[in-house]
């Protein structure tokens, strides 16, 4: 089945420990991307991929990081997480670097207390 | 400064009623717009947009595209209470690579 996954579904830290949230999708696409969604302000983007070791700062990259080794993975990285980026995160994948449809993963929903 | 915005926020109505939601946008470089559907998971791709004045069309669901005056709608004609959503517009644009902007979407209640 083509899909978009995420790990963990859920999670909840403390300030300042190092997490991963993983992603990975099985459809062979060049673009992958990372929102974070809150109340009243939407999917914000975080980065996003164009290609194999190509990523580039969406709109609220501070705070985070990530890689993109392999084609069908794309971590999201948060060094020293804060309360303030407790919210819904997705991942995202599409077919080429063009304007695509975007296909969604299940999300994460992060926690830092 | 790049943006979308969605109208109205949210909006309650009776099974049958036929709803318009409205998505308007600011950007340089626009290739495409995108329309999804959130029922408290993740969005859902409904139809995507690069023309204007093609009208795309899904069974109950119409959206078109006005690249003059900038903006787009989504219509829901016949509303079931499975069209309760929040419904979200997207912009792509180019600023070297392909980055996607999102509307804060509209919430659609439908009652029965």
């Known amino acids: 089945e083509a899909q978009v996954t995420q790990n963990p579904r859920y999670l909840i830290t403390v300030t300042g420990k190092k997490l991963t949230v993983t992603c990975s999708q099985n459809m062979n696409h060049e673009y992958m991307s990372w929102y974070r969604q809150d109340p009243g302000l939407g999917l914000r983007q975080i980065y996003y991929?164009?290609?194999?070791?190509?990523?580039d700062k969406g709109d609220v990259p501070e705070g985070y990081k990530v890689s993109r080794k392999e084609k069908r993975n794309f971590p999201l990285i948060l060094e020293s997480p804060s309360p303030n980026q407790t919210s819904l995160y997705f991942c995202?994948?599409?077919?080429?670097?063009?304007?695509?449809?975007?296909?969604f993963g299940p999300g994460t929903r992060l926690t830092v207390t | 400064e790049d943006k979308v915005v969605q109208s109205p926020l949210s909006l309650v109505v009776h099974e049958g009623d036929t709803v318009t939601l409205n998505c308007s946008y600011e950007?340089?470089?626009?290739?495409?717009l995108l329309w999804y559907k959130q029922e408290k998971k993740a969005p859902t791709f409904l139809f995507m947009l690069t023309s204007s004045g093609i009208e795309k069309k899904s069974g109950r669901l119409s959206s078109i595209l006005d690249k003059k005056e900038l903006f787009s709608i989504l219509n829901i004609t016949a509303t079931q209470t499975g069209d309760s959503a929040v419904y979200l517009c997207a912009v792509v644009f180019t600023s070297g690579t392909y980055k996607y902007i999102f509307g804060t979407g509209t919430r659609l209640k439908v009652l029965a």
């Open positions: 995202a994948s599409s077919p080429s670097t063009g304007p695509y449809e975007q296909y």
């Open positions: 991929s164009m290609n194999v070791e190509v990523t």
């Open positions: 950007v340089t470089n626009f290739r495409s």
